[in-house]
């Protein structure tokens, strides 16, 4: 009798200091705050996190027991929640349960422009589905812990719980290198704009996006795609950002370049030639990538005209159409160096007319453009002409673009684009 007391007692006491060990949800124990980790969500409020593109959390999520819970009440176009702050660099871990039949989806790197009615045609999604219950045949890259419509997941590792039992997820992005980790397994990972990334992007379900997947920051998303589906523990450790060096053009082709319009661009003797075309209209060619902060090097020569430009943190909007800030490449007299926005202010800096006969039309002339958060400086054969903060700059992001002005007869030649991040 007495050695089946003390066995009792001992079960009991192991359960005692079972329960009393186990990590309480939501919160970050005191390693996890040494290391840096974050909170996003914090087991009793909505706080920071609101609707996409809104104010505050109208779409359909609550907090439910401790867990982030939609109700189930959204659609492809409605239900996203986003956190208030962007990040880029990062680990993020949570745990998630779906119910029978479910469909949702992790989203990050969203961005939030006029012209986006939905986050993902912009941010990467970590698919989040009930595999063994949807009610429809489930291709590879539509299951549970894909790399949504991109890269499909390892499935010789891949251990999913059935519907109303948790999961634990991790998403890794470091510097392009991505991972995608789900109950203690790395189940793909991939590099983010590389050929093979850029090959799949352009020939599935994203041609019709071209923003899709570029930005190298923006907001976490989560969508109710007109199921229940629940959160908690969402954490999220950042990671630094890794100085590059680049050079964006060969000398030889247009690879990791993209054309828009009619206009001509071309290579000849090692350098990249703009021209007009028989439409005498817009033209731009832009980076594949984007590029946030960086210094950036070129050398042009006005061969006829020279109204072109550099465009920073530039996306198209539609077509030919391309909503930045632009770095002025102009004759004489029409300020070379300064900054226009377009679709919006104009001019935002004009350089002095002292500083006109610095532009050598007919010759090489080399440029610097420098983008730091809000600051924009730029230099024209080692004269600086421009100086401006502008917050509306620092909340850009986008791709590095030349432009071929409207109206034909235009003809300019770059080479030695060399770019540092």
Not at 179 to 198: I, P
Not at 331 to 350: F, K, M, Q, V
Not at 353 to 364: A, P, S, V
């Amino acid at each position: 009798m007495k050695q089946k007391i003390f066995l009792w007692s001992m079960i009991l006491l192991a359960g005692i200091f079972t329960t009393s060990c186990k990590q309480a949800d939501n919160k970050l124990t005191e390693q996890e705050a040494a290391d840096g980790w974050l909170l996003l969500f914090d087991g009793n409020t909505l706080n920071g996190w609101r609707d996409f593109k809104g104010e505050g959390v109208n779409a359909p999520w609550i907090v439910e027991k401790g867990t982030l819970a939609s109700l189930g009440e959204g659609s492809d176009s409605t239900g996203y929640i986003v956190t208030e702050k962007e990040y880029g660099n990062f680990i993020l871990t949570f745990d998630w349960k779906i119910s029978e039949g479910g469909n949702s989806g992790v989203l990050y790197h969203v961005v939030e422009r006029p012209e986006y009615k939905v986050p993902y045609v912009t941010g990467p999604e970590y698919q989040i589905v009930d595999d063994f219950g949807f009610p429809a045949e489930l291709e590879e890259w539509q299951k549970a812990g894909a790399d949504y419509a991109m890269y499909t997941c390892d499935n010789e590792k891949k251990q999913l719980n059935k519907a109303g039992k948790w999961n634990t997820s991790k998403i890794v992005f470091d510097n392009g290198k991505v991972e995608h980790w789900l109950n203690g397994q790395k189940v793909l990972g991939f590099e983010a704009w590389s050929d093979d990334w850029f090959e799949r992007r352009s020939g599935g379900k994203w041609d019709f996006a071209p923003e899709y997947g570029l930005a190298r920051s923006g907001h976490f998303a989560l969508q109710d795609h007109g199921d229940r589906v629940w959160y908690k523990n969402i954490k999220l450790k950042e990671l630094p950002r890794k100085p590059s060096q680049e050079t964006l053009f060969n000398g030889k082709d247009l690879t990791g370049w993209e054309a828009y319009g009619t206009e001509l661009w071309y290579v000849e003797d090692g350098e990249l030639v703009c021209e007009s075309g028989p439409d005498k209209a817009y033209g731009y060619l832009g980076t594949r990538k984007y590029y946030d902060d960086f210094d950036l090097t070129l050398e042009f020569r006005q061969v006829s005209n020279g109204n072109s430009g550099v465009f920073i943190r530039s996306y198209i909007r539609t077509g030919v159409n391309v909503s930045g800030w632009q770095a002025e490449v102009a004759p004489p007299g029409n300020d070379t160096g300064g900054i226009y926005e377009s679709y919006g202010r104009g001019w935002l800096s004009r350089i002095p007319d002292e500083k006109e006969t610095i532009l050598k039309m007919g010759e090489w002339n080399k440029m610097r453009i420098k983008v730091a958060g809000d600051n924009v400086q730029t230099w024209l054969n080692g004269e600086m002409m421009t100086d401006l903060t502008d917050e509306k700059i620092g909340q850009g992001k986008g791709r590095i673009m030349l432009q071929i002005h409207s109206g034909g007869g235009i003809k300019v030649r770059w080479r030695n684009l060399q770019l540092t991040e």
